[in-house]
C-alpha cells in the first residue's frame, strides 16, 4: 500500500501563490505517474496537472501558465506550484499515484480556498 500525504493548502487571495506538497509513504514518485487533482463543490473531480516517470508533464488548459508541477526525488516529494490564483480555482486539491499496473492511490486532499 502507499499513502500520499498532502499539505500546503490554506487560504489566498486572488492573485496569490500557493506550494501544494505531496509525500508518499514509500520512494515511488519515479516509478510512475503522479499528479493533482482537484474537486469543487458539486463538481466532478478534475485532473489538474501530472507528471510521468520521464517527467513529462500535462495541464488542464485553465491552470497553463499558472501551475507548475514538478518532483525532487531526493525528498520523495511532488509539487504543485500554483501561482496567479483565482477563485474558480477553490477546490479540495488531491494527490494521486497513478501505479505501473493501473491502481490508482490518493492523499486524503487538502482545501485551496482563493477569495476575490
Known amino acids: 500500500q502507499v499513502q500520499l500525504v498532502e499539505s500546503g493548502g490554506g487560504l489566498v487571495q486572488a492573485g496569490g501563490s500557493l506550494r501544494l506538497s505531496c509525500e508518499p509513504s514509500?520512494?515511488?514518485?519515479?516509478?510512475?505517474?503522479m499528479g493533482w487533482y482537484r474537486q469543487a463543490p458539486g463538481k466532478q473531480r478534475e485532473l489538474v496537472a501530472s507528471?510521468?516517470?520521464?517527467?513529462?508533464?500535462n495541464y488542464v488548459d485553465s491552470v497553463k501558465g499558472r501551475f507548475t508541477i514538478s518532483r525532487d526525488n531526493a525528498k520523495n516529494t511532488v509539487y504543485l506550484q500554483m501561482n496567479s490564483l483565482k477563485p474558480e480555482d477553490t477546490a479540495v486539491y488531491y494527490c494521486?499515484?497513478?501505479?505501473?499496473?493501473?491502481?490508482?492511490?490518493w492523499g486524503q486532499g487538502t482545501q485551496v480556498t482563493v477569495s476575490s
Open positions: 494521486n499515484y497513478l501505479r505501473w499496473d493501473g491502481r490508482n492511490f
Open positions: 507528471i510521468s516517470r520521464t517527467e513529462s508533464t
Open positions: 514509500r520512494n515511488i514518485i519515479s516509478s510512475g505517474t
